[in-house]
Every structure is written in C-alpha cells, then in structure tokens.
C-alpha cells in the first residue's frame, strides 16, 4: 500500500524558514517523480514544485521560485521542501504527491495527507 | 505558463441528474489532463488521466472527454458521495503542473 506521510509543519514567523518532509512507502520510491501540493484555507489546489526520480529535473510555481527547493533522499525513501523567506501568503495545506513518470510531467496519483503551515506573526 | 479555467464554480444539482464540469486551457495541452475530486478535510484523489481514461476503482459514472484546450467531465448519475469539489489539472508542460481553480458540486 502506497503510503506517504508529510511532517514538519507548524507555526513561523514571516521571514523565518521551515522545512517539511515527506517520508513514502508502498513503491518503488526511485522510479517516481514527486511533487508539493499546497491548499490555502478555503482555496483551490496549488502545484508547488516537482523533482524527477534522480533530481535532474526540478520545478517551481513563480510563487515560490527562489524562495523554496525542493530535494529528495531516494536511500530514505524521503523528500523535502526547505522554505525560505516565509510570507503571510505561504500558509496553506501541504501535500506530498507521488507521480505517475519518472519525470515531472505527470497527474499525480497519491498523496499524503498534508502538513498545515502557519506563517503569522 | 498554461492557465486553466474551470467553469462553473459552483453547481447545484439533485442525485441522479447528469453533471458536467468544462475545463479549458490557456494553450494547445493535447491531452495532458486529470480531474480529481476532492471532499472536505480529506487529500485529492485522482479521477481521470490523459483526459478520458478512468483510474483505477473510480465508478464508471465517471467520464471526461477533450482534447486540446477544452475539456469535460462528466458524472452520469450523481450519487451522494459524488458531492464534493472537482479539479482539473494540466501536465503537458515539461517540470510545471497547474490545477484549475475548482467546481464545487452541491446538493440543490
């Protein structure tokens, strides 16, 4: 069974860092690209980034590009997203997805069950 | 960047009506499409992929149709636990996906 587990969430101050985590079990963790999905309270859906099976192909939304990465660790089964220069702007919801290809340009069929990330003051 | 536009944003509608949610696109995606249906408090779970072709164990209600810029899908029979909010998403730009912005479906 697919499994996967975000952690790392909570409240931050603006301009502060965090770091989320995703810990993936159930498949065969390298032959999938993986992305961070984030929901606002009471918004929509919001791609963040995507990384491809070997981190050669990276992905971001304008909204986040130069502020968060996104890496994974394919020996832990793991991925992550380090979140800089936090705004009021950035508090949402945030899902770990698995995708369907090796590369990111697929519809991701799994997904965790989020972490919340609070950014106030 | 490829923007996706859902309409409508909310739908109201009574079990057994015939529902169609229309998603187009910004630009030409061929048929890099998903819809997802996604109920309050829980994850998206995916629906349809590469426009019209059923994921596995979703019901057979459940159909989407499109090509190019303009996109359906459709709920053949609403059921109860068909209420909920429904995305489409695009993947046919290289290492960047975008979601629509969403239709609600509503008990009327």
């Known amino acids: 069974e697919v499994q996967l587990v975000e952690s790392g969430g909570g409240l931050v101050q603006p301009g502060r860092s965090l770091r989320l985590s995703c810990a993936a079990s159930?498949?065969?963790?390298?032959?999938?690209?993986m992305h961070w999905v984030r929901q606002a309270p009471g918004k929509g859906l919001e791609w963040v980034s995507g990384?491809?099976?070997?981190?050669?192909?990276?992905g971001y939304a304008d909204s986040v590009k130069g502020r968060f990465t996104i890496s994974r660790d394919n020996a832990k089964n793991s991925l992550y997203l380090q979140m800089n220069s936090l705004r009021a702007e950035d508090t949402a919801l945030y899902y770990c997805?698995?995708?369907?290809?090796?590369?990111?340009?697929?519809?991701?069929?799994?997904w965790g069950q989020g972490t919340l990330v609070t950014v106030s003051s | 960047d490829i923007q996706m536009t859902q309409s409508p944003s909310t739908l109201s509608a009574s079990v057994g009506d015939r529902v169609t949610i229309t998603c187009r696109a910004s630009q030409s995606i061929s048929s890099w499409l998903a819809w997802y249906q996604q109920k309050p408090g829980k994850a998206p779970k995916l629906l349809i992929y590469?426009?019209?072709s059923l994921e596995s164990g979703v019901p057979s209600r459940f159909s989407g149709s499109g090509s190019g810029t303009e996109f359906t899908l459709t709920i053949s029979s609403l059921q109860p636990d068909d209420f909920a909010t429904y995305y489409c998403q695009q993947y046919n730009s290289y290492s960047r996906l975008t979601f629509g912005g969403g239709t609600k479906v509503e008990i009327k």
């Open positions: 990384i491809s099976w070997n981190s050669g192909s990276i």
């Open positions: 159930g498949f065969t963790f390298d032959d999938y690209a």
């Open positions: 590469k426009a019209s």
């Open positions: 997805a698995k995708d369907t290809r090796s590369m990111v340009q697929g519809a991701p069929d799994y």
